[in-house]
């Protein structure tokens, strides 16, 4: 047997590689379609507070749950939803300056989520896992729900793919089409939400903003239309998902660190290698 | 330029979000039409009524107004009190307004390229879950040879210059089967070979029957290209043939210092400092 198929093989033999490398996999296809949209939008730092806001709730769900998997994800996504939302209005409502409005909710949640955190007996391992991921605890049950949010928020985003593109483009066209621009707007947030909880696991609320927006950031530098960024977006996205883990079995670093090493390493050698096309 | 009747109609994709115009009703009256953001008045009492194919050029210095009164038609900003009616009913009620953006409120490196842009005009009349069909992309096709852009479908937008980027919502307007456009600076950034292009492109409009505010800084364009000029600051300070409202007290009272009158043996001479300003403080 040649050399890099047992390379490929061994770790296979593993369940928990097995689970973790298919989480890897769908984390990375519905963040980088989704990131395509923070990325064009600008969202970044909403994407970065989004997804440190969702630690209160992670918390909750974990002291109430005793580290049940269940409830942590239903208190998870209500967070993120919630936090999209009341962002969402923040920003369009406009009494203080956007960033800052963000700035403020993402610093509070986090620290709330934090001194939740705190009061539980394995507070260090616990926020560890919270802050930088545990794709290797992923059970069965995790990849369910992964596998089905992760379909429903790329079969929304590509049914309503139109009127996301006219939004993110020329709100204004998208209002003078009569287009329900509020209600798309909040819904894309409300999709980046729950994206966010499905890579949870996988990066963790720390390293989360990369998945959304390297692998999109790349794909833009090498791509002339949105399908095509999408499409090359998820790859890489799936890619690194893999190689990552892979880099984590073998040289015995964290998985999630390993993913986004591997997206942002992409990211370098394409920006460096690629000319800027017309 | 000759039409080719066959193809130069839109498809029969259905009326989409459209509401009926009233046969009796102009395409555009606006009544007593006021806008306050906050304590701040954007725009005050301001009335007029637009026949259909009717072309204006709105002047008025920086910060005026234009572009609120513009999206005031539109109906995508609240209005403070007054009404705007299109064809005799809400612009809420209508895909048939285009507002074509200014060019610094776009962001240009989108991945999207020019067909992509022009086929975004369909998607009021596609409704939901609907993809373009091929009547859609011929459409597509011939509004973007009406504007002579059609070379040019597949470029990225990013590659466009000026006079290509205003040419292109020219074409998304008329995909969009747009009866009323208006078009916030659209000549700022073009050449004198664009800009004489884009005039060409509103003569054809003109025969389509397409009615069209143009807002500019450029006075001397405005006098001579349109025959009607309405003239902005805040409230509505003239409007009508060029030679009306272009009077030195009207001048003042819209420009004030930034306009300075110079009477000549052959007339009166305007000298204006507020050109191109790129829509600093005009599109609150």
């Not at chain 1, 966010?196 to 390297?214: E, P």
Request: hydrophobic share 50%; proline share 4%; charged share 15%.
């Amino acid at each position: 047997m040649p050399e890099w198929i047992d390379i490929v093989w061994q770790p296979m033999q593993y369940p928990f590689m097995v689970r973790g490398l298919v989480a890897a996999l769908i984390v990375g296809i519905i963040c980088g379609i989704v990131g395509c949209f923070v990325v064009l939008r600008g969202m970044a730092f909403f994407g970065d507070a989004m997804s440190h806001s969702i630690l209160p709730g992670l918390a909750i769900g974990y002291l109430i749950g005793g580290g049940a998997r269940g409830p942590l994800f239903a208190w998870a996504m209500g967070t993120a939803i919630f936090v999209a939302l009341a962002i969402g209005a923040i920003t369009r409502s406009g009494r203080i300056k956007e960033d800052t409005a963000i700035g403020i909710i993402f610093a509070g949640m986090f620290a709330l989520g934090v001194a939740l955190i705190s009061t539980g007996r394995s507070y260090s391992v616990d926020l560890m896992h919270f802050l930088f991921g545990d794709v290797l605890g992923v059970s069965w049950f995790d990849l369910l729900w992964t596998g089905l949010s992760g379909l429903i928020v790329v079969a929304i985003l590509l049914l309503f793919y139109k009127e996301y593109l006219v939004l993110s483009f020329d709100e204004t066209l998208a209002r003078t089409l009569r287009l329900p621009s509020t209600t798309l707007y909040y819904s894309l947030l409300v999709l980046i939400a729950i994206t966010i909880v499905t890579a949870l696991q996988t990066v963790g609320v720390a390293l989360m903003l990369a998945m959304l927006i390297t692998p999109p950031a790349t794909a833009f530098l090498l791509t002339r239309r949105l399908p095509a960024m999408m499409a090359l977006s998820a790859l890489i996205g799936a890619v690194s998902g893999v190689a990552g883990l892979y880099a984590s079995f073998y040289a015995g670093i964290a998985s999630g660190a390993a993913i986004v090493l591997i997206c942002t390493a992409i990211f370098v050698v394409v920006l460096m290698f690629s000319r800027r096309h017309v | 330029m000759t039409v080719d009747t066959e193809h130069s109609s839109p498809p029969n994709t259905g009326t989409g979000r459209e509401v009926p115009h009233s046969a009796d009703a102009p395409i555009l009256s606006v009544d007593q039409l006021t806008i306050r953001y906050g304590t701040a008045t954007a725009i005050d009492d301001v009335s007029f009524t637009l026949q259909q194919g009717d072309h204006v050029a709105v002047i008025g210095p920086n910060g005026a107004g234009k572009s609120t009164l513009f999206k005031a038609i539109a109906g995508v900003i609240p209005t403070s009190s007054g009404t705007v009616r299109i064809g005799g009913s809400q612009p809420s009620g209508h895909i048939c307004i285009a507002y074509l953006p200014q060019r610094s409120h776009i962001d240009w490196t989108f991945p999207v390229s020019v067909s992509d842009v022009v086929m975004m005009g369909r998607i009021g009349r596609l409704g939901w879950f609907r993809r373009p069909r091929q009547a859609d992309r011929d459409w597509v096709q011939e509004c973007l040879r009406l504007v002579r852009m059609d070379a040019l479908a597949d470029r990225p937008i990013r590659a466009l210059s000026g006079g290509e980027q205003q040419r292109m919502f020219i074409a998304r307007a008329l995909a969009q089967e747009a009866e009323l456009m208006l078009m916030d600076e659209v000549m700022t950034a073009c050449d004198a070979p664009s800009q004489t292009e884009i005039y060409g492109i509103l003569e054809q409009l003109k025969e389509r029957q397409v009615t069209v505010l143009v807002s500019t800084h450029d006075l001397d364009d405005a006098a001579a290209r349109f025959n009607q000029v309405m003239l902005l600051n805040r409230s509505l300070i003239g409007f009508g043939r060029p030679a009306d409202v272009f009077q030195p007290d009207q001048l003042k009272q819209a420009y004030g210092g930034h306009l300075r009158l110079v009477e000549t043996q052959a007339g009166t001479l305007i000298l204006s400092d507020s050109c191109c300003g790129g829509g600093m403080s005009d599109d609150a």
